[in-house]
């Protein structure tokens, strides 16, 4: 009951014109980015965040979570309407929307997904609401042992899951990522490190322009490689264009399961939307009595993929927040844009700022409600907005890629380490790297230095703390657990002993979301 | 696994071993710190030796992987895709990136830079002069316009100090 009050005041704070103003903006900028193939949700924010240096902090957190959610939800428009999933976290999605559209059901199927987005994200919304306080409190009681733990888990868990094929390939991104963040002042006697005498790199390397090559430039690299896309000719806004409440009430059981498995895809570290849209329709697939639909236009399969992919939005905020560790590409962004505008995201959160956990949730449900009220309307124009030919798209996209990094510290080498990580970015992309891991080796590079080495210094130099208090045992399972499944023997062995059935279609790949 | 992807993963592979230790040897030759007689457990060079060794052990196991017969053939793997696409595109961002921002002011280098894209990506196949010269302008209009915009954007609206 305290929570739905301070949630319900966090919700009447916002309430006002210049709340609304920003949602609207934010909300639809987020959906033409999703929706447009070769922007993504990460992009969009990473490039936000460098236009909300002037705004007041709630504002423009408001307005990249807004960003974040229009974004994640604008894949679906491309995913149905042309195959093309707007952001890898739409794949799934284009499995059965297109079908859909392609029998003349594209106004519905989009109807659909819209309801999918905003329940998926609703649900995701209750369980942040719900688990991070607590998280946040159990997350007092972390260590140095317990951190460095969470460090490597995170990067271990993002590679196993986000390399398709190749967990290996995962694992050398988030060390890579990891070896980025070790450049500069160390974080315990400020001893500078392969700086090679570039006082530049004193400080380390940047996480935005960082992200913005990894994310941004990579991305346009990729779309100028690829050839122009075949777009379907489908009868774009034919059919209904509001979803059927006995549709909704029929599909209810897959919308709550996706949101759960969204949300709890979405609390594991650098995972991201993409792999919650798979685990969210490939169970739906498992326990539907239509199974025989799925990949051929299934309702169900489409809300399935839909709010899988955005609880995840929600999800990932609850370790970002309580622990500083994002669950995601885009939230990795956002804990960078939080530190920028003053909130310390970390265990610390529930002392400091206890409110503020309820002032995201009232503002990811401000989201919700804007991509629930222009999806249903503005079907027509966001099918004119994916006709913007990318010969023109992608040369202002590289220009905000280029001006956004430079306006957060006015320095040109942050120019320059754009342009490497858009070309390490997409070497990398090309030969099956993902880039989620090697993004969060950014971020936790530093939780996972100093807590090794402050957990050494208070153990006296002794290993054992790290595998004998409860919560680091645990989590040195885990990853041991994690690490051996991915050894191709051990695959092949639990393979044997669960097998399963192959999803139609493509296999779920990490992606940048 | 293609030969092609084979042939990636064993460079990549010798590339990652030898940036592995590269770690290993920088981590173990940073300065220790005694002079300020911090504990050994927390010397600078600590972290990126561990990660130096990991590295080096996976970029093994990569080449290890990267053995014996391919599973593929390289045209099931290919992409539909255009290299000289990508030449282009990155010829024109780096000489844009490192080339005129910095040496000529922010909104000329962009409008230049932008209608250059423009113009070389929509060029019509056809010798057809007029609508040669239709590109030519659309794509410098286009490109001082954004150029404007943005520049007016970030200089006005959020007082950045154009490069």
């Not at chain 1, 139609?504 to 992606?511: H, K």
Request: proline share 6%; hydrophobic share 55%; charged share 15%.
């Amino acid at each position: 009951m305290d929570r739905l009050t301070d949630f319900l005041g966090a919700l009447g704070g916002l309430m006002s014109f210049a709340t609304l103003f920003h949602v609207t903006w934010s909300t639809l900028l987020g959906i033409f980015v999703g929706s447009l193939p070769g922007l993504t949700a990460t992009m969009g924010v990473a490039l936000l965040t460098t236009l909300t240096y002037t705004l007041d902090r709630d504002a423009a957190i408001l307005v990249l979570i807004c960003m974040y959610v229009g974004a994640i939800y604008g894949g679906s428009r491309s995913a149905i309407l042309l195959n093309i999933p707007g952001t890898p976290a739409s794949a799934a999605t284009a499995l059965d929307g297109f079908p859909l559209a392609q029998r003349g059901e594209a106004g519905y199927a989009m109807a659909l997904a819209t309801a999918g987005s905003a329940l998926g994200t609703i649900v995701g919304i209750v369980l942040l609401v719900l688990l991070a306080p607590p998280l946040g409190e159990a997350a007092l009681g972390f260590g140095s042992f317990e951190f460095f733990w969470l460090a490597v888990f995170g990067i271990v868990i993002s590679g196993q899951l986000t390399a398709g094929g190749s967990p290996l390939k995962g694992y050398i991104a988030g060390i890579l990522g990891l070896m980025v963040a070790m450049v500069g002042s160390d974080g315990i006697h400020a001893h500078v490190r392969f700086s090679f005498g570039v006082s530049e790199l004193n400080g380390g390397i940047g996480l935005i322009p960082a992200m913005v090559g990894a994310f941004g430039f990579a991305e346009v690299l990729t779309v100028m490689w690829q050839r122009r896309a075949q777009v379907a000719s489908v009868q774009t806004g034919s059919g209904r264009s509001l979803p059927r409440l006995s549709d909704l009430w029929r599909y209810k059981g897959t919308i709550g399961r996706s949101g759960v498995i969204g949300t709890l895809v979405g609390i594991i570290p650098g995972v991201g939307e993409d792999i919650g849209a798979w685990a969210s329709y490939a169970l739906a697939r498992r326990l539907s009595p239509e199974r025989a639909e799925f990949g051929k236009g299934s309702r169900e399969g489409l809300t399935a993929a839909e709010t899988g992919n955005s609880a995840v939005v929600p999800g990932a905020l609850i370790p970002a927040l309580t622990l500083a560790v994002p669950g995601s590409a885009p939230a990795a962004v956002l804990i960078a844009a939080l530190f920028i505008h003053g909130v310390r995201p970390g265990p610390m959160i529930m002392l400091e700022q206890p409110q503020f956990i309820y002032s995201i949730a009232a503002m990811l449900l401000l989201a919700t409600i804007a991509i629930a009220v222009f999806g249903l309307s503005l079907t027509r124009f966001f099918v004119m907005v994916m006709r913007v030919p990318r010969e023109y798209l992608m040369p202002v996209v590289f220009t905000l890629c280029l001006i956004g990094p430079y306006a957060l510290t006015q320095r040109v080498f942050d120019i320059w380490v754009m342009v490497a990580f858009g070309i390490l970015g997409f070497v990398l992309r090309r030969m099956d790297y993902p880039m989620p891991p090697l993004v969060l080796g950014i971020i936790l590079g530093d939780l996972l230095d100093k807590n090794l080495r402050r957990g050494l210094t208070l153990s006296d130099g002794d290993l054992s703390p790290f595998f004998t208090r409860p919560i680091s045992a645990a989590f040195a399972v885990l990853i041991a657990l994690t690490i051996a499944a991915s050894i191709p023997g051990v695959r092949r062995m639990l393979a044997r002993l669960f097998p399963r059935r192959r999803l139609a279609g493509s296999s779920p790949r990490g992606g940048s979301q | 696994m293609s030969p092609k992807a084979q042939r990636a993963d064993r460079l990549t592979a010798a590339v990652l071993l030898a940036l592995g230790l590269a770690f290993l040897a920088g981590g173990a030759m940073m300065d220790r710190l005694e002079i300020r007689h911090i504990h050994p457990a927390s010397i600078p060079g600590l972290v990126p030796m561990f990660l130096g060794a990991i590295l080096a052990l996976c970029a093994v196991l990569l080449l290890l992987g990267a053995r014996g017969p391919a599973s593929e053939t390289d045209a099931q793997n290919a992409l539909d895709v255009s290299t000289p696409n990508l030449w282009i595109t990155l010829g024109l961002t780096l000489v844009y990136a490192l080339g005129l921002v910095g040496r000529v002011p922010f909104t000329p280098a962009t409008a230049v830079f932008i209608a250059c894209f423009v113009a070389v990506f929509t060029w019509p196949a056809e010798r057809d002069g007029r609508e040669r010269l239709m590109t030519l302008g659309r794509s410098a209009v286009y490109g001082l316009a954004l150029a404007l915009v943005v520049s007016t954007l970030f200089r006005d609206g959020f007082l950045v100090r154009l490069p």
